[in-house]
């Protein structure tokens, strides 16, 4: 497949009554994208912390609660992402959250892919925030996964993860087209660091980046209580791909999908022939940098 129609969510969290509401929240938004023609559907990091409403308002306002209530719903939120990628025929990155893993005491921040056919894998946050670090105490995952799909190789990067160029580097060498960036932030600087980390790896990768973050309040759950974002999809600001880079984009705060139709034959092209090759002139930094600094 070369052309792909990807959907990117501002997601807002809701306080669930049971996890009948949440299906039918979630049921809506795929089946949305779904008839808008939507292939791959990306949800944010931590849009899985509205299931620590389940639990009760003392349950969802303590932070350690939260992130087991949330936890032991995954095997549902599982088996909901597949019937829908499934009855939908789309691949959906489901929103990220906590998952306690055996034999370790504190979670990581999983993100899962879904398609047709099941669950396809998971990519665990690498590197944590000072809030994940310090107070939260998730753990960063191992290792970084590629996901060799019908619709492409894709790959992911957490929220923070995308502010490392090294991360996106080495799954664009492994192959991928398209990185997925899910994020949570909560105030305008924070965005504005994932926003420009994700423009940034288009730019040097020649790729196609998918930034869909949490937006709005959320009274119930003190990790999430605000969120700043607007969703989009970018690209290299080269031939073939709108000028800014910005193939769309949600306006800032307001829940909805931004949709773009990207082009893996354009993706080869711009890395192959493009106004500059990024892509390409990548290991020429690698002896520039083994010469030293000279200070002048």
């Given amino acids: 497949m070369t052309a792909l129609t990807i959907a990117a969510a501002a997601y807002p969290l809701d306080f669930l009554t049971d996890f009948a509401a949440y299906e039918a929240k979630l049921t809506d938004w795929v089946a949305g994208a779904a008839d808008h023609g939507a292939q791959l559907l990306v949800f944010p990091e931590y849009g899985a912390m509205e299931l620590g409403s389940l639990g009760g308002r003392a349950v969802a306002g303590d932070l350690e609660a939260c992130l087991h209530e949330v936890a032991r719903w995954k095997p549902q939120v599982d088996l909901l992402h597949q019937r829908l990628a499934r009855h939908y025929g789309v691949h959906i990155l489901g929103a990220s959250g906590p998952v306690f893993l055996p034999g370790r005491d504190r979670p990581v921040n999983r993100a899962t892919l879904y398609g047709p056919d099941g669950v396809l894998g998971h990519q665990d946050k690498q590197i944590m925030t000072r809030f994940e670090r310090e107070t939260w105490f998730v753990e960063p995952g191992t290792g970084l996964t590629l996901f060799d799909t019908a619709l492409g190789r894709i790959g992911v990067v957490i ?138």
């Fill in 159 to 296: 929220c923070y993860d995308s502010e490392f160029p090294l991360l996106s580097r080495a799954l664009v060498e492994a192959g991928a087209e398209i990185l997925l960036a899910p994020s949570c932030t909560d105030s305008l600087r924070g965005f504005s660091r994932v926003r420009v980390g994700a423009m940034a790896r288009a730019l040097e990768n020649q790729c196609v980046v998918v930034h869909a973050p949490t937006v709005g309040l959320c009274d119930f759950c003190p990790a999430v209580d605000e969120n700043i974002g607007a969703a989009a999809i970018y690209g290299p600001p080269d031939l073939g791909f709108p000028e800014s880079g910005i193939f769309a984009e949600t306006p800032l705060n307001q829940p909805g999908w931004a949709y773009a139709t990207v082009s893996r034959a354009d993706i080869a092209a711009v890395r192959r022939a493009g106004g500059v090759l990024n892509h390409m002139h990548w290991d020429e930094q690698a002896a520039r940098i083994a010469a030293g600094v000279t200070r002048a």
